[in-house]
């Protein structure tokens, strides 16, 4: 959208209309997929944080307990349906509280992705960051040291995540297994049940 549309959507009061019965619904219904979209629309229309925050904390809310029936019946996510958009939730408040140097935080929830993402190319990249998060490398740094700006082109469902780095990924987590085994087992208590 242009800056020109942008301002007529948010101008809009049959379209503004719309999205405030489109919101109340995916609140109501814990649509995840209907609560991302509107999510989406309020970031792209620049409306109220307190309505963005409120969907956003809904999202959460869906995508823990979501994952939490997985961890509860033993399987893993796939990258497609609810699934995905549970890993995209999950992925996104991890890189949340890394850009807040949250790294303890950001690292329980990547290692709980770790384990429950049935995906090898995004859990290898999500072990990168593990380890990245382990060593206290905030965000920013990682972004400029680590991350290889043109992404290889991919599925649509991997625009969401950070996949490619400035080095081979399976021969830098080869040289990082002791690393990633103390990870794991600091952590392990997470998966418990």
Same mark, same amino acid.
């Given at each position: 959208?242009?800056?020109?549309?942008?301002?007529?959507?948010?101008?809009?009061?049959?379209?503004?209309?719309?999205?405030?019965?489109?919101?109340?619904?995916?609140?109501?219904?814990?649509?995840?997929?209907?609560?991302?979209? #509107?999510? +989406?629309? *309020? &970031?792209?229309?620049?409306?109220d944080?307190?309505? =963005?925050?409120?969907?956003?904390?809904?999202i !959460?809310?869906?995508?823990?307990?979501?994952?939490?029936?997985?961890l509860?019946?033993?399987?893993?996510?796939?990258?497609?349906?609810?699934?995905?958009?549970?890993?995209?939730?999950?992925?996104?408040?991890?890189?949340?509280?890394?850009?807040?140097?949250?790294?303890?935080?950001?690292?329980?929830?990547?290692f709980?992705?770790?384990?429950? #993402?049935? +995906?090898e *190319? &995004?859990n290898?990249?999500?072990?990168?960051?593990? =380890?990245?998060?382990?060593?206290?490398?905030? !965000?920013?740094?990682?972004?400029?040291?680590?991350?290889?700006?043109?992404?290889?082109?991919?599925?649509?469902?991997?625009?969401?995540?950070?996949?490619?780095?400035?080095?081979?990924?399976?021969?830098?987590?080869?040289?990082?297994?002791?690393?990633?085994?103390?990870?794991?087992?600091?952590?392990?208590?997470?998966?418990?049940?």
């Amino acid at each position: 959208m242009t800056t020109e549309e942008l301002e007529q959507a948010r101008l809009n009061p049959e379209f503004l209309g719309f999205l405030e019965k489109k919101e109340k619904e995916a609140l109501e219904s814990k649509n995840i997929k209907e609560l991302y979209e #509107v999510l +989406d629309s *309020l &970031l792209i229309l620049d409306l109220d944080d307190n309505r =963005i925050n409120k969907v956003y904390e809904t999202i !959460l809310a869906v995508a823990f307990d979501g994952i939490g029936a997985k961890l509860d019946a033993h399987k893993k996510l796939s990258l497609d349906g609810d699934d995905f958009l549970y890993i995209r939730a999950f992925y996104e408040h991890a890189i949340e509280k890394w850009s807040g140097n949250n790294f303890q935080g950001a690292k329980e929830l990547l290692f709980v992705l770790s384990q429950i #993402v049935d +995906d090898e *190319l &995004l859990n290898e990249a999500i072990n990168v960051k593990l =380890i990245a998060c382990s060593e206290g490398k905030d !965000l920013d740094n990682f972004y400029e040291t680590t991350v290889f700006h043109q992404q290889t082109a991919r599925d649509e469902k991997y625009g969401y995540f950070i996949l490619d780095f400035k080095f081979d990924t399976k021969n830098y987590l080869d040289s990082k297994t002791a690393s990633l085994e103390a990870i794991y087992e600091e952590l392990k208590h997470l998966l418990a049940v």
